[in-house]
């Protein structure tokens, strides 16, 4: 089956870090740019970022993330990764992993002391 | 930084046609996306490259392109099409954009 499944959500403190997992199946991975995508309770979609296929493998980030957030990914085992540090509060929402076409069902992150 | 503007709301009766419009500066040199998002779901790609429609997406969607303004179509609307609808595109950058969502409303 073709699907994304993200994983290592959870309940963090301001200033943590915590990495989040997107699994990939049914297609060749390393051929799709992934991103990640995010949206807070009640609101809107916000682009966090993406990490281009195998063959380039650079990433791009928003504004609001650049400097405490790392994408990348792992072609070997068909995963990719966020790593995110010194969260906020504000960061707090559902993130998704997609190729566009295709989105996994997110993984809830809250920050809150 | 690059908008993209959506009504917040668009209301239609069943079996009538739905239009939720999406405009952005750089609308006529980048292409836009069109997700579908029900509560409590993963959004779902609904148009890519401003008019294509992906596999098992029903004929009734559709999309266009004229200016700053894209549109998506939604023709003979069903119960089943209320949901958030969101426009995507990208900046000068490639970073992605959304635009605010529009929340389709079925009467």
């Known amino acids: 089956e073709v699907q994304l499944v993200e994983s290592g959500g959870g309940l963090v403190q301001p200033g943590r870090s915590l990495r989040l997992s997107c699994a990939a199946s049914?297609?060749?991975?390393?051929?799709?740019?992934m991103a990640w995508v995010r949206q807070p309770p009640g609101k809107g979609l916000e682009w966090v970022g993406f990490i281009r296929n195998k063959y380039d493998g650079t990433t791009e980030y928003a504004a609001s993330v650049k400097g405490r957030f790392t994408i990348s990914r792992d072609d070997s085992k068909g995963i990719a990764y966020l790593q995110m540090d010194s969260l906020k509060i504000e960061d707090t929402a559902v993130y998704f992993c997609?190729?566009?076409?295709?989105w996994g069902p997110g993984t809830l992150v809250t920050v809150s002391s | 930084s690059y908008e993209l503007t959506q009504p917040p709301s668009v209301s239609v009766s069943p079996r009538q046609t739905a239009r939720i419009t999406c405009s952005g500066d750089?609308?006529?040199?980048?292409?836009t996306y069109w997700y579908q998002q029900k509560p409590g779901q993963a959004p779902v790609l609904v148009i890519y490259k401003d008019t294509e429609r992906p596999s098992g997406i029903p004929e009734r969607f559709s999309g266009s392109s004229s200016g700053t303004t894209v549109t998506l179509t939604i023709n003979g609307v069903r119960a089943e099409d209320e949901a958030d609808y969101y426009c995507q595109s990208a900046d000068s950058s490639g970073h992605w954009v959304f635009g605010g969502g529009t929340k389709l409303t079925v009467l």
């Open positions: 750089a609308l006529p040199n980048r292409y």
């Open positions: 049914g297609f060749t991975f390393g051929d799709y740019a």
């Open positions: 997609t190729t566009s076409d295709l």
